[in-house]
């Protein structure tokens, strides 16, 4: 068994048996054809459409991977949020390249991304920081992410701390620490799953002259 559910368990036979995909199917370019399929997936209902896996290596080739929500997308990449001085924070700025993977499991669909890492802009960061909730504001600054704690109570007292920092009414800056990362891809294959395993897999792919090309890859 599975555990779908009826409605999730026919979706995703839907797709497998009636949703090729042929090059004659892709836009013209990565950017657009993500956007067909995160419409797609948005009008599916499927749970945060907009989460992504991070997968990112230390200097001694030690991978590790988390989920964190895509935040922007346009030609320039993939944006995300974080606190630059986590784990993840850590093991991007010592090898500045990651991958991505949306898994839209109902629909029988994937989207991976392969790409190098740059920091975006400070104003870009402090935009977004602004309309975040203020609990999740004052988070960014209480929390030390990935650093070892002796305690839930311990986390809970830094957050009450910070919250008497910045009175009610007062704006909270974003922190020095934190800030967006935008993944600049090299490649973006959409994957959809099939009957018999035979799945499609379509890759944009950047040339060494910076020129965008289609391959299918087998399954």
Do not use: C
Request: aromatic content about 10%; charged content about 25%.
């Amino acid at each position: 068994m599975t555990g779908d559910t009826p409605d999730l368990a026919n979706l995703r036979r839907d797709y497998a048996t009636d949703h090729g995909l042929d090059v004659a199917d892709l836009a013209p370019s990565w950017p657009e054809q993500f956007d067909r399929w995160f419409a797609d997936a948005l009008s599916a209902r499927l749970p945060e459409p907009n989460a992504m896996v991070l997968s990112t290596a230390d200097t001694a080739g030690w991978p590790s991977a988390r989920t964190v929500l895509l935040k922007g997308i346009d030609e320039r990449g993939f944006v995300f949020y974080t606190n630059y001085e986590s784990r993840k924070g850590g093991e991007l700025r010592a090898n500045p390249h990651a991958a991505l993977l949306f898994p839209w499991h109902p629909m029988m669909r994937q989207v991976a991304v392969r790409g190098a890492v740059v920091e975006v802009d400070r104003v870009e960061t402090e935009t977004y920081f602004a309309g975040r909730p203020r609990p999740s504001q004052i988070a960014a600054w209480a929390s030390p992410q990935s650093r070892v704690l002796p305690d839930r109570a311990a986390l809970d007292e830094r957050y009450a701390a910070t919250a008497r920092r910045f009175p009610a009414e007062s704006a909270i800056p974003a922190p020095p620490h934190w800030g967006g990362l935008r993944v600049v891809p090299e490649t973006v294959e959409f994957w959809q799953g099939r009957a018999g395993r035979l799945h499609d897999r379509l890759r944009y792919r950047r040339t060494e002259q910076g020129e965008w090309i289609i391959e299918r890859l087998a399954p």
